[in-house]
């Protein structure tokens, strides 16, 4: 396999993108990758903000992997700086090979990079091979989270 290349998402991405999030039996329910047009929305919204990275891992110039990194800054912790982890996924060719661990270790360099205090996630509590995979990394299952569909 030739070399990993981690970098910003293009709009070009999205369809490969949404069906990495449509790929499993939770993103099936909820993702919708005949109809690009409220990714393509969300992309400009996240593109314009400079606190949100959306990267794509690419290989053998296809697609296999994506996260979105967020920071936020806080009061709390003394006003730490905090990052969010979201959208992490792999392209099912590509699991079990290092993959994931590779962005996560980016997704938290990148982190540091931006003085970053805490990095943080959530997980679908279904997910329990992805709980085994971040503590593996050294997460810690800390915080019980709450959620509200509006």
């Keep these: 396999m030739n070399d990993l290349h981690i970098r910003p998402a293009r709009s070009a991405d999205l369809p490969a993108i949404v069906a990495m999030l449509a790929d499993d ?11 690009l047009s409220p990714y393509t ?6 593109s314009s903000d400079p606190n949100q990275q959306l990267v794509v891992a690419v290989r053998d110039d296809q697609v296999v992997g994506t996260l979105q990194l967020t920071i936020i800054p806080g009061l709390t912790l003394r006003g730490s700086t905090r990052s969010v982890i979201e ?3 792999i392209h099912a060719d590509e699991r079990g090979h290092g993959l994931g661990t590779q962005l996560i270790e ?45």
Excluded: C, I
């Excluded at 039996?25 to 109809?35: I, M, V």
């Excluded at 929305?41 to 996240?46: S, V």
């Excluded at 805490?118 to 997980?123: A, D, E, M």
């Design 41 to 46: 929305a969300a992309f400009e919204r996240l």
């Design 87 to 89: 959208g992490v996924r």
């Design 106 to 150: 980016w997704a938290v360099e990148e982190s540091r990079r931006q003085n970053v205090q805490l990095v943080q996630l959530t997980s679908n509590a279904s997910r329990t091979d992805a709980h085994r995979f971040y503590e593996r990394l050294g997460f810690t299952a800390s915080h019980v989270g709450f959620k509200m569909a509006l």
């Design 25 to 35: 039996p939770l993103g099936a329910q909820r993702e919708s990758p005949d109809d």
